[in-house]
């Protein structure tokens, strides 16, 4: 289904609905919490009529991608906020900065010590997230839980990035909130006060412990076509 800004209204609309229930109930302060739409392989004709609609924040997971997509729909739209949820190689930080203003998904100690070296560069200090493996998923990205706090450390004072907050995905299958809960621990200790969590299926739960932004990708913009 092709996105009108009528109906991209009404998507944002009952995804804030619900946002705001969530908020409410955690007591968490009025426009606390930031929704990114992320519009991985969704079109460039199908993200306008979010962006006609007000949304400002956009997640995507592949540099060249949005690479492709974003500089002519940020002519277009220049106060939007682009963030980079996905793994991030070091051959593709100088584009990764270029192209995006907030970094999610910083796991390591080379991709640390590369960005920081390409903001310096490129005078774009763009705030990041420390991505963490909060499941301890052999397969799944981000640094290992018992890792967070000393690689958070060594990312502020040894790389001088402005390192904001951290950013997990859960386990599939498995009850999310216990995760969540863990995560927002774990930013407590590190003495960080964002928490990307919360994608379309559970971001309700997210926002109860404390999300600061959730990546809602399929409840707006429908099912992407299954991976190739
Ligand atoms: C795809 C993706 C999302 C959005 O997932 P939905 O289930 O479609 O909302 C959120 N976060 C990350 C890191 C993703 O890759």
Same mark, same amino acid.
């Given at each position: ?5 009528e109906?991209?209204r ?6 804030r ?5 969530a ?7 009025? *426009?606390a919490? =930031?929704l990114i739409?992320?519009s991985k392989?969704?079109?460039s004709?199908?993200i ?5 609609? !007000?949304?400002?924040?956009?997640g995507?997971?592949?540099?060249q991608e949005?690479?492709d ?5 940020? =002519?277009r739209?220049? *106060?939007?906020?682009?963030?980079l949820i996905?793994p991030?190689?070091?051959?593709k930080?100088?584009d990764a900065?270029?192209?995006? *203003?907030v970094?999610?998904t910083v796991?390591?100690e ?6 920081? !070296? ?7 200090h763009l ?7 909060i499941?301890?998923?052999?397969q799944?990205a981000g640094i290992?839980?018992?890792q ?5 450390d ?15 995905i859960?386990? =599939?299958?498995e009850p999310? !909130?216990?995760?969540?809960a863990?995560l927002?621990?774990l930013? =407590?200790?590190?003495?960080? *006060?964002?928490?990307?969590m919360?994608?379309? !299926?559970d ?5 109860a ?13 429908g ?6």
């Open positions: 289904m092709v996105a009108t800004a109906s991209a009404l998507a944002l609309d009952y995804i609905t619900r946002m705001e229930k908020r409410r109930r955690f007591g968490s302060p009025p *426009d919490v =930031d739409a992320v392989t969704v079109p004709e199908e306008v009529p979010f962006l006609e609609a !007000g949304q400002k924040h956009f995507e997971n592949r540099v949005a690479k997509k974003w500089p002519a729909l940020r =002519d739209y220049p *106060d939007i906020q682009l963030h996905g991030l190689q070091t051959n930080v100088r900065v270029q192209v995006f *203003d970094i999610e796991d390591r080379k991709l640390a010590a590369t960005l920081a !070296g390409e903001m310096q560069r490129s005078g774009r705030p990041c997230f420390v991505q963490v493996n499941g301890g998923e052999a799944k290992a839980v018992e967070t706090q000393s690689f958070v060594r990312c502020r004072n040894t790389h001088c990035l402005n390192v904001v907050g951290l950013m997990c859960p386990p =599939d299958g999310a !909130g216990p995760y969540f863990q927002a621990e930013a =407590d200790n590190c003495g960080l *006060d964002r928490l990307s919360g994608m379309s !299926g971001f309700e739960v997210a926002i412990m404390g999300a600061t932004q959730v990546r809602v990708g399929s409840a707006l913009f099912r992407r076509p299954s991976k190739v």
